[in-house]
């Protein structure tokens, strides 16, 4: 995709194909097939029992005849972006230089769409490596606004793909994300703020702040990603793209009164008053 030798620069062809540049120079490291294993166990583990820290994950991989330690677990959970989901009191550290916003939907009724929008990264494994996947849901219809497949973590896909949301859908009253470091990054938060957007992030490890995208995921990986060994990153691509788009148009919530999440998008879209 990306030509060496072509008369235009790398960074300008990066931009045209919708790549970060970073993602050009990028060498994955090599991952071994034990460690792959691990982390798909990982996955599935944290999925059903989010509460799960490093030691309990280990005693469970121990359980299933896997020999792991309780560091190299916390490694692997570190490398797929994961992390028990219950609060921890005085662990909140903030990155060197990157602001942590507060909790801003505690107590806050949300039932319009555009009100209020949630980003997220997920692991997803794949038959031979592993993938990122980045979606924005709007948080009152429980619709995916823009998503996007990645090989890194970087604080460039999550703007980019904000970017893409606002272009196709408008604007939020409230951004709302967790505290990882590609939404804490300033060139994130300079995209959420050009836009006049508050930035609401979620209590580190709070259950409670990220159990509704913790759906989305589910939703996701049983239905789609587990019951296929991706063989590319394309191939991976493709196929949680075509889910995605089923999951707006055809997948009814109980939650929604069975609407699928572009009916209530639809639905609870604030009216516009036409002047007199």
């Known amino acids: 995709m990306i030509d060496n030798n072509h008369r235009l620069s790398i960074s300008r062809q990066a931009q045209l194909t919708g790549i970060s540049r970073s993602s050009v120079y990028y060498v994955p ?54 992390e028990a989901l219950y609060r921890k009191p005085g662990t909140s550290k903030r990155h060197p230089g990157h602001e942590i916003y507060p909790y801003l939907l505690r107590g806050l009724k949300i039932n319009r769409a555009n009100q209020v929008w949630a980003l997220d990264t997920t692991y997803i494994p794949m038959a031979k490596g592993f993938v990122y996947l980045t979606a924005v849901v709007d948080w009152a219809s429980r619709k995916v606004l823009a998503s996007k497949v ?35 990054a300033d060139e994130f938060v300079q995209v959420v703020k050009n836009q006049g957007c508050k930035l609401s992030m979620d209590g580190r490890g709070a259950w409670r702040d990220n159990v509704f995208v913790e759906r989305l995921w589910k939703s996701v990986k049983y239905e789609r990603v587990y019951l296929h060994a991706y063989d590319s990153v ?38 516009v008053k036409l002047a007199a």
């Open 29 to 82: 490291r090599p991952v071994s097939r034990t460690d792959l294993e691990l982390m798909r166990q990982i996955d599935e583990l944290h999925l059903e029992h989010p509460f799960m820290g490093a030691r309990m994950l280990c005693d469970q991989l121990t359980r299933k005849g896997f020999k792991v330690g309780r560091q190299h677990v916390g490694t692997l959970m570190k490398r797929m972006g994961v």
């Open 150 to 184: 990645a090989i890194t973590l970087e604080a460039s896909h999550a703007a980019e793909l904000l970017q893409e949301a606002f272009i196709r859908h408008g604007k939020p009253e409230i951004v709302n994300t967790d505290q990882g470091s590609q939404f804490t």
């Open 234 to 271: 394309t191939a991976a691509r493709s196929s949680i793209m075509r889910y995605m788009d089923w999951y707006n148009r055809a997948r009814p919530h109980s939650s929604l009164a069975r609407k699928t999440p572009n009916e209530a998008y639809t639905v609870m879209l604030p009216t």
